[in-house]
């Protein structure tokens, strides 16, 4: 997710780039609010992704949802009577290069960014989006800060349509507690694994779950033995990881191979088909159980679709935005325009139900939609039970 917003989620550069930032704003203040195309032909849609380096994998799933999501909509006739165009930009999932692919997209006069899927990279393009007057809709990233800046928490242009961190360690946290009283974190070293380790401590312990520690690591590790030793010596009843797909395939496996017997659980939205196939032996990930935004069940229609394109089950990082697409739609009929502005006060009015919930924005423009909670069945991954943003 994340994932999950998930990919290399790293905020670390983004405090070193503020300087850099501020110079980036103040030479795209003139634009505040018209950085769009003219009124009429397309609707240019920013799509920032990692489209390159380690994480390119997941700009790609991210941006095939997107495209999905996009085509639907065209098919339908478009937003007042004009169709939508995706504009890409690199961001790399780090914070340095997010700003510059923000950046290129505001001077491509794009009338709102979509992104930027790793929560370092959403949270650097932050405060060049304020400056510009220009709308940041995020569908993936999942580190809790974004929702604590957004909104009344001082900047109105950033909107987040997926559940963050916290809210799917609430409602995997009640399922936890009756598996394990002591976990264990492996997480990664960036702002999707810190961020999402914070948010489990708290509901945990209200319910008597104690942790014992935590481990990190940076993405693309390989060997998580010295890790595992550290985790089995500590002797806890419950791991909890928070990994992308490919890492936590690794992580499990190397679990099984040490025959270690504690429950797990995935808490960052890493159980899926790309998970399974880079498991190999999918018997592995028996019994695993895990909370993210969304399951296949909950929408087999796109899921369908899905698969009819790009050969696969939705991987994580394709489900936001490819529900983004219409939320987007709907914001800029209620808007009555696709300029900056009106998308922004078309998003607060949003009120749209769809397959993984209830988009509607709160004072922080964050809206609430479900969390499944879900679990590997010999190369399935199936759903649980649907619970709400705020918990069982």
């Known amino acids: ?140 990233s999942s580190a809790p800060q974004i929702t604590q800046e957004a909104g009344v928490g001082g900047n109105p242009w950033e909107f987040r349509i997926n559940v963050d961190s916290s809210m799917l360690a609430r409602a995997l946290a009640g399922y936890i507690a009756q598996k394990a009283h002591t976990v264990y974190f492996i997480a990664e070293n960036d702002a999707f694994g810190i961020d999402g380790v914070t948010g489990f401590k708290q509901p945990l312990a209200m319910l008597g779950v104690k942790t014992l520690g935590a481990q990190y690591y940076t993405p693309g590790l390989g060997d998580f033995d010295p890790i595992l030793s550290r985790v089995a010596a500590a002797h806890p009843e419950g791991i909890v990881f928070i990994s992308e797909p490919r890492d936590a395939a690794v992580i499990v496996r190397q679990i099984r191979e040490l025959n270690m017997s504690q429950a797990l659980f995935d808490g960052g939205g890493a159980l899926s088909q790309e998970f399974m196939t880079a498991l190999g032996q999918s018997s592995l990930a028996n019994g695993i159980v895990g909370s993210f935004f969304w399951n296949p069940a909950e929408d087999p229609t796109f899921t369908k679709a899905f698969q009819a394109a790009y050969g696969t089950t939705p991987p994580p990082d394709a489900v936001g935005p490819y529900y983004d697409a219409f939320v987007l739609a709907k914001a800029i009929q209620l808007g009555g325009s696709a300029s900056p502005s009106a998308i922004s006060a078309g998003l607060a009015k949003v009120s749209l139900t769809q397959a993984w919930g209830h988009i509607q924005f709160d004072s922080h423009n964050q809206a609430h939609p479900n969390v499944a909670l879900q679990y590997a069945d010999n190369g399935t991954i199936k759903l649980l039970k649907v619970v709400p943003a705020s918990g069982e």
């Open 1 to 140: 997710m994340h994932r999950i917003g998930q990919r290399s989620r790293c905020v670390f550069a983004a405090s070193a780039s503020i300087a850099v930032i501020a110079a980036i704003a103040a030479c795209s203040s003139s634009a505040s609010g018209t950085s769009t195309a003219a009124s009429s032909g397309p609707i240019l849609i920013g799509a920032s992704a990692p489209l390159s380096g380690a994480n390119a994998y997941a700009g790609e799933d991210w941006l095939h949802g997107l495209e999905l999501g996009v085509k639907k909509v065209n098919a339908s006739g478009g937003v007042l009577g004009r169709q939508l165009k995706i504009v890409t930009a690199d961001n790399a999932c780090d914070p340095a290069t997010a700003v510059a692919a923000t950046r290129k997209l505001i001077e491509d006069k794009v009338s709102v960014i979509l992104g930027s899927v790793c929560s370092g990279a959403t949270l650097a393009a932050m405060p060049l989006v304020k400056s510009a007057h220009i709308v940041q809709l995020t569908d993936d």
